[in-house]
């Protein structure tokens, strides 16, 4: 049994998330104590009940202390079933974080599955759609597996109702990539809108492109059909030749759409000021199908990115519980840092672009 604390780290959702892919995937069971110890909310929230349940209905696990608010996990999984599920949140809660959570244990099982999962789409604090379709699974694509997403419904905090639809094709052959320099950067600017006027939008994009000197055709304004609730999100995509990046702002009341451009702008900006491939988001999120490439395997992957986040920290300590997988981190500059997947740490050459 796998002991972990939760609230060391990061100290959140990220520790629940990850110890249940990988649990599933390597058919150890775990204990978490201190769920989201770190959180002023502590314990299961809603979200992460919902990664619980669905990782145990894939898998016919036991999870015991599966309850809002409980601070207390056992999970002991079954083997993975591979086939077409639905989950509902029942909240606004992010459905890509919940996609994240049981999409390694499905890329590694011996048929197609498809899962629907209903709630939020476009969430604070998480990644919207976006951004799990172009930067996200078009990187899992790269190693091996074929996943393809639809965006169903929008849904914006607190009405939800959003869908989202993943099919997945797992393969057995996975393959080692390394991102460590970034192309020619091509920046499109994108505005949400779900009941809101789109006068709105045209201020976002018109702020972000104004200021960035970027042309103004690079960005459009999409309006949700039959929006469930009112609801706005800012997104700056920059397609990098191998990787897709999307940096994003959910509206806020008394946030002013100008100072929510801007907010989008910076961020980006200091991506782009790093010169790296990968930015802080998807390398979290990038570590879980790398290593799964490389679990018993010669496979070796790599990439160059900023300064690791508490997320992407936390993701290494859970991942080196369940694999024997090395992930060396390395600085590469003053500024930038070169993750090593795989392979032996003591042997390892230099890797290759």
């Known amino acids: ?99 994240q959570t049981v999409l390694p244990a499905l890329l590694a099982a011996d048929q197609a599955s498809v899962i629907t999962i209903e709630g939020g789409t476009h969430n604070m604090l998480a990644p919207p759609y976006e951004f799990f379709d172009a930067a996200y699974l ?30 997945i094709q797992p393969t057995k052959h996975w393959t080692g990539i390394q991102l460590l320099e970034r192309k020619k950067v091509n920046p499109f600017v994108t505005t949400v809108l779900s009941g809101l006027p789109a006068s709105i939008g045209d201020r976002a994009v018109s702020t972000i492109c104004r200021k960035a000197d970027w042309p103004v055709g690079n960005s459009e304004v999409v309006d949700v059909p039959s929006p469930r609730g009112p609801g706005m999100i800012v997104m700056i995509r920059l397609e990098c030749g191998e990787t897709v990046e999307v940096f994003s702002e959910v509206g806020k009341p008394g946030v002013k759409t100008e100072q929510l451009a801007r907010k989008v702008l910076r961020e980006a900006r200091r991506f782009l000021k790093l010169d790296v491939p990968v930015g802080p988001h998807l390398a979290d999120q990038l570590m879980l199908p790398m290593a799964i490439a490389a679990d018993g395997t010669d496979q070796r992957s790599g990439f160059r990115t900023g300064p690791l986040t508490g997320h992407s920290l936390t993701h290494i300590d859970i991942i080196g519980k369940f694999l024997d997988v090395n992930i060396a981190v390395t600085e590469d500059t003053n500024e930038t840092v070169l993750v090593t997947i795989g392979g032996d740490e003591m042997s390892r050459e230099p890797l290759e672009a």
């Open 1 to 99: 049994m796998i002991k972990i604390d939760g609230s060391t780290g990061e100290g959140g959702g990220q520790v629940i998330r990850s110890a249940l892919a990988l649990s599933m995937l390597t058919g150890k069971p775990f204990e978490i104590i201190n769920v989201r110890g770190k959180r002023k909310n502590a314990g299961l929230a809603r979200q992460h009940l919902t990664c619980v349940n669905a990782a145990a209905q894939i898998c016919g696990g036991e999870a015991i202390g599966a309850a809002l608010k409980s601070s207390h996990l056992v999970f002991r999984p079954g083997p993975v079933v591979p086939g077409n599920y639905q989950f509902a949140i029942g909240t606004a809660g992010s459905t890509t974080l919940v996609a």
């Open 138 to 167: 078009h990187i899992i694509n790269r190693l091996g597996p074929t996943v393809t997403g639809k965006l169903i419904r929008h849904g914006f905090y607190p009405a939800g109702g959003g869908s989202i639809e993943i099919h």
